[in-house]
């Protein structure tokens, strides 16, 4: 394996990897996690290229000389389900903050509505990534948390929290949305609150203002949702991927200024951008997101108080099994940017 000085690692795929996930592999020559190795992916950061010819160099050692993997072409590995041949070559490039701890930051600013010594719950507001990714190297909310909790920062670097570069860490919001996050404290929730997120015991509800009138007074969104095959940062509706259903029901339709209608979404599985994937996919995208809408329909309600990058989705309720063994539950009101659309609605 050659690492390069420009934070890049180039592996030649030998016996001992073929067959083996994309994700996986990933995670095992970088060091990252698997979590972190399909993140990677997802943001465009890993490529495959076809066999290399052998040459004196290289016969009987696997390795590359340094420019080895220049005379080789390279394409975007997309799926992280991918797996890989003998013979190809594996190109990460790593962000410089892929093994960094998070750094305690008190000026970090975002609401706490309950802790005890196993978990706390946080209640995000909009603009604040919850933890490091390429690009957000710093303030995140995972550092406002080991300011605040320094037990969250030492129990994941014993690795007792999963990933100690992202401690307690279960579930989360995406930067522009606002609303509820737990936040395993012990090695007990941790474990539990996992597990109710894998087999989809948690309830998490969101508030969500839709463009268009919503015709049904509920319904479900039954629709596997995968990588996007045109671009590796957005999900997709497609029939490889992964089982989402997500419920509505309708709170309120709107139609002056424009049309709209703000509905209270239940997930029922947990995937990456589930909710927004799945309204624009029945063609009621959510107002603000301009990722799966169409940028000039946001254009009035910005003009109000949503700022660039604020999506109108809040996750309000969150209900869980306490580790102690007692069921769990908060809300979280609109905040007052997203109010305000509503009023002048």
């Known amino acids: ?24 592999a990933v995670s095992m020559v970088s060091g990252v996690s698997r979590s972190m190795a399909s993140e990677m992916v997802a943001s465009g950061m890993v490529e ?33 389900t991918y797996q890989l041949r003998e013979g190809e070559w594996l190109v990460v490039h790593l962000p410089d903050l892929v093994s960094s701890d998070p750094e305690p930051d008190p000026s970090v600013s ?24 390429a690009g957000h190297e710093r303030g995140t909310l995972v550092d406002g948390l080991v300011a605040r909790y320094p037990d969250l920062g030492s129990l994941g670097r014993e690795g007792l929290l999963g990933d100690p570069a992202r401690p307690g860490i279960v579930h989360r919001l995406d930067k522009g949305t606002s609303g509820l996050v737990v936040v395993a404290r012990s090695a007990r929730a941790y474990s539990s609150l996992c597990a109710q997120m894998r087999l989809h015991t948690a309830t998490r509800r969101y508030q969500a203002l839709v463009h268009g009138l919503v015709q049904s007074a509920q319904g479900v969104v039954d629709a596997p949702i995968g990588r996007s095959e045109r671009q590796a940062t957005r999900m997709a509706v497609k029939a490889s991927g992964r089982p989402a259903r ?63 990058g604020r999506l109108f989705l809040h996750a309000g309720l969150l209900e869980v099994e306490h580790p102690a063994g007692w069921r769990a539950s908060w809300t979280s009101p609109l905040p007052d940017d997203l109010r305000l659309v509503v009023d002048e609605l």
């Open 110 to 133: 975002f609401g706490v509505v309950y802790e005890d010594e196993d978990l706390v719950v946080v209640d995000k507001p909009a603009g604040l990534v919850v933890h490091h990714g």
């Open 1 to 24: 394996m050659q690492t390069g000085s420009g934070g890049m690692v180039e592996v030649c795929i030998g016996a001992a990897l073929a067959g083996e996930r994309l994700d996986r």
């Open 48 to 80: 495959l290229g076809a066999t290399a010819p052998r040459s004196e160099e290289t016969s009987g050692s696997g390795e590359a000389p340094v420019d080895a993997v220049g005379n080789v072409a390279l394409r975007l590995a997309t799926d992280r």
């Open 246 to 308: 997500t419920h509505y029901r309708v709170i309120r339709r709107f139609g002056d200024p424009t049309d709209a209608t703000l509905i209270e979404a239940s997930l029922e599985t947990g995937r990456t951008h589930q909710v927004r994937v799945h309204m624009a996919a029945i063609g009621h995208p959510v107002v603000g997101d301009d990722r799966y809408g169409r940028p000039g329909l946001t254009r009035r309600f910005r003009s109000a108080s949503m700022v660039p």
